[in-house]
T-cell receptor, first 109, second 112 residues
């Protein structure tokens, strides 16, 4: 399983963009890059995933480096409800989801 | 919407008791998972099941067993609960070959 490195914590102000980085230098060619987040007292929820191209959905954008060794989750306008632990997880289809420590994002009003 | 339901949100059990944690999903998913989450240790995979009657050990299977008799239900069993199994337990499911994994809300187990 590919290893990931994420900052332990980050802070953001409400309404500002947030860039959450992840290094996954040992990722294999068939692994998708998944991002999940876990709100307090809840199970993790899917945010976004991608393989090579940048991806956008209603929750966030995912920017993937050309060499695929790193990626950045972008929240365009952070809200208080975005305060959570964000996990970056390389995963091949049908593989096991292995969580690292994630980044705890706090959002200040 | 996919729904993964964990039958008990909060449980308190005594040391040595047999404990069942039940999980049901309503989307006909083949794959199901059990994790536990502890402060400072993150989420760790206990067992997973690719399909009915199939199971594989995750990273920390010791002290646990599982049962998958029906596709929609995946049970985690603590044969003899111990205090070090006090934790939050999360169930998840996924369509075979799918990219998205859906989690339940978690079961907080306290063993006294």
């Amino acid at each position: 399983d590919a290893k990931t490195t994420q900052p332990n914590s980050m802070e953001s102000n409400e309404e500002e963009p947030v860039h959450l980085p992840c290094n996954h230098s040992t990722i294999s060619g068939t692994d998708y890059i998944h991002w999940y987040r876990q709100l307090p007292s809840q199970g993790p929820e899917y945010v976004i995933h991608g393989l090579t191209s940048n991806v956008n959905n209603r929750m966030a954008s995912l920017a993937i480096a050309e060499d695929r060794k790193s990626s950045t989750l972008i929240l365009h306008r952070a809200t208080l409800r975005d305060a959570a632990v964000y996990y970056c997880i390389p995963l091949n289809q049908g593989g096991k989801l292995i969580f690292g420590q994630g980044t705890e994002l706090s959002v200040k009003p | 919407d996919v729904k993964v339901t964990q039958s008990s949100r909060y449980l308190v059990k005594r040391t040595g008791e047999k404990v069942f944690l039940e999980c049901v999903q309503d989307m006909d998913h083949e794959n199901m998972f059990w994790y536990r989450q502890d402060p400072g240790l993150g989420l760790r995979l206990i067992y997973f099941s690719y399909d009915v009657k199939m199971k594989e050990k995750g990273d920390i299977p010791e002290g646990y067993s599982v049962s998958r008799e029906k596709k929609e239900r995946f049970s985690l069993i603590l044969e003899s609960a111990s205090t070090n199994q006090t934790s939050m337990y999360l169930c998840a499911s996924r369509r075979q070959g799918g990219n998205t994994i859906y989690f339940g809300e978690g079961s907080w187990l306290t063993v006294v």
